[in-house]
């Protein structure tokens, strides 16, 4: 689910604000890299984050 939902940010940073889409890249790391258990709605939560890395 991970990498879907950050195609979709992708998608709409580049059709909403205008970013053309070569200055991107997406990827998911949801499993793989969790900051926080899956044991509560909290939990959860902070795993569905967006992280901006400028390259």
């Not at 940010?9 to 053309?20: A, E, H, M, N, V």
């Not at 990827?27 to 959860?44: L, Q, R």
Request: overall charge positive; cysteine-free; proline content about 2%.
């Amino acid at each position: 689910m991970s990498k879907r939902r950050a195609e979709a940010l992708k998608q709409t940073l580049t059709k909403k604000f205008g970013i053309d889409a070569a200055r991107l890249e997406s990827d998911g790391k949801g499993k793989s890299e969790p900051v926080d258990t899956h044991d509560t709605a909290i939990g959860k939560a902070n795993n569905r984050r967006v992280e901006f890395i400028k390259l």
